[in-house]
């Protein structure tokens, strides 16, 4: 049997290209006329936790798209651990460790929710009939193994107490939670996330912040994360990226991306911000 190449076993592999775990040049998509990634070149660094920011419509979205293998580039070269990952499948581009976040489908909606986390485990038993038939004792020691892993992982996100919930009845934070917790179930060495603090209570976030850190610290998993909240993103991010018009504008230190006047101009261009001195917000927001 073909040995099953997980986040887990990728994270041994030696470090590459200066611990740049993602590598992307020049990547472009469009959507008709509209160049939604214009020539998107960046790296990040592995274990570090970088923010994607950026005004609305920048293209940061797309770009998570184009390199977790949701949309076909246009143009550009990308890859995660030294290996190509332009152009290939979604799942392919997971198994090699690089996973984001999924919504909770229609289908998942209709199980309960410890099925939706157990179902993410990049080998639960179910897939294995085989397994299952000729192996039976060990197949069960795995799926223990795996429903004590996604009973930890609910826990950290409060949602332990609706394990046997259909995960359709969950809240709109409460199933956001649910995603990252399905994510996390796959071992990732890199996580996307587009903005994981949307739509969730401040504790909660709070909690996913620590468990982020907690991770890079425990674990080196390295997280991406597109967020429009500043106050996240200076806090929590040690690098943050700069995107606007489908390009990068701005990459750096927190304070240092903060201060920038191209960073300042697009926002204000944009307007995503007041001036700064505005009742509210205002480029100090950034
Ligand atoms: P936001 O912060 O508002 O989510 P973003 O930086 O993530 O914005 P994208 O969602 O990537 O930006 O969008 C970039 C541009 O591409 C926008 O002009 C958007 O309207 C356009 N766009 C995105 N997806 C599509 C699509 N599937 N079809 C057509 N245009 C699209």
């Known amino acids: 049997m073909a040995t099953e190449t997980t986040a887990a076993t990728v994270a041994a592999a030696p470090r590459r290209n200066g611990g740049r775990i993602l590598e992307a040049a020049e990547v472009v998509k469009h959507f008709g006329g509209i160049f939604a990634v214009d020539g998107t070149s960046l790296d990040v660094r592995e274990g570090s936790i970088t923010a994607l920011i950026g005004p609305n419509g920048a293209g940061k979205t797309t770009f998570f798209n184009v390199i977790t293998g949701f949309y076909r580039p246009d143009g550009g070269a990308a890859s995660f651990a030294g290996s190509p990952i332009l152009g290939r499948a979604p799942h392919a581009i997971a198994r090699m460790g690089m996973v984001r976040t999924f919504q909770i489908t229609k289908a998942l909606a209709r199980m309960p929710v410890i099925d939706n986390m157990m179902l993410a485990a990049p080998d639960q038993p179910g897939e294995r009939i085989v397994g299952l038939l000729t192996r039976p004792g060990a197949s069960r020691r795995r799926e223990k193994e795996i429903r004590g892993q996604a ?4 826990s950290v996100f409060n949602l332990e107490p609706l394990a046997d919930e259909y995960a359709g009845t969950l809240s709109g934070g409460q199933r956001k939670l649910l995603e990252l917790a399905r994510a996390l179930m796959t071992r990732p060495r890199m996580l996307l996330l587009d903005e994981p603090m949307a739509g969730i209570n401040p504790t909660l976030g709070r909690r996913l912040l620590d468990h982020m850190q907690r991770l890079r610290a425990e674990e080196g998993v390295t997280f991406l994360f597109i967020e429009h909240d500043m106050e996240v993103v200076m806090n929590h991010a040690d ?45 100090d927001g950034l």
């Open 151 to 154: 009973m930890e992982l609910l």
């Open 239 to 283: 690098r943050v990226i700069v995107m606007a018009e489908g390009r990068v504008i701005a990459d750096g230190t927190p304070e240092k991306v903060r201060t920038d006047r191209r960073v300042i101009d697009a926002y204000l261009g944009s307007g995503t911000v007041r001036e700064a001195g505005a009742p509210e917000g205002g480029a």
